[in-house]
């Protein structure tokens, strides 16, 4: 068999183990480039929340006793949650926790209604919480540090937010755009299970064999026309 027939049959087979898995790449590419990221990140629906200064009546605790009551400290962070200031506090080997700055009470996790008045303080869009849970389930929708607020939307996107108990601040927004393209990017990087890893064998073997096609094709291509010249 001469060559140009031989990489004829082999650019064929090629084409049938991989020629699906290109077509899932060309398909996923439209899709992630169809959606602006900031639309698929519900950041098109997310309040925009300007940095406030801190009022003289909001911070009334004092801080070297607070500090020696928490254990080693790492950092320290002010920040509003539901419009009322916490102080956040880094513990070196622990969890991280909240103090109210009023009355120097500490928080290890925000309760539901908390969590529910964040989600609702971020979210702009048409619709209502339906659902509200805090959960410790790894799931492909969200993969941050559990447990978290699970917060549920009942809009047009099934907008589900996404709170932390820690520190009471929106750390992920999902929506049906948001699933769309997570299943074209799990088909795209060949990660079937954890949707995050594209350095694995699959993807490596099948990308060589996708290559092999595109320069086995060129070339018969370029052989065939000097042919018929």
């Avoid at 932390?164 to 997570?182: E, F, H, K, M």
Wanted: cysteine-free; glycine content about 6%; overall charge neutral.
């Amino acid at each position: 068999m001469s060559f140009p027939k031989a990489l004829t049959s082999v650019h064929k087979w090629i084409g049938v183990v991989v020629g699906i898995q290109v077509l899932l790449w060309i398909a996923g590419g439209l899709v992630m480039s169809a959606f602006p990221i900031e639309l698929v990140r519900g950041e098109t629906q997310a309040a925009t929340i300007e940095p406030r200064p801190i009022a003289a009546d909001e911070f009334l605790i004092d801080l070297r006793s607070t500090l020696a009551s928490v254990g080693p400290v790492s950092a320290l962070k002010t920040l509003h949650v539901a419009d009322r200031l916490y102080l956040q506090v880094e513990r070196i080997g622990l969890t991280p926790v909240l103090v109210d700055t009023r009355d120097g009470r500490m928080i290890d996790g925000i309760d539901e209604a908390t969590a529910r008045t964040v989600a609702e303080l971020d979210f702009t869009g048409n619709g209502r919480i339906i659902a509200a849970a805090l959960t410790s389930e790894r799931s492909s929708e969200f993969r941050g540090a559990l447990p978290v607020w699970r917060i549920q939307f009942d809009d047009a996107r099934e907008t589900t937010i996404y709170v932390s108990p820690a520190t009471g601040q929106v750390i992920a927004r999902r929506n049906d755009i948001w699933r769309l393209y997570d299943f074209f990017w799990m088909l795209h990087i060949m990660d079937y299970k954890e949707r995050v890893n594209f350095n694995h064998a699959l993807l490596i073997g099948a990308s060589a064999l996708a290559l092999a096609l595109a320069a086995s094709g060129f070339w018969l291509l370029f052989y065939r026309v000097r042919l018929r010249r």
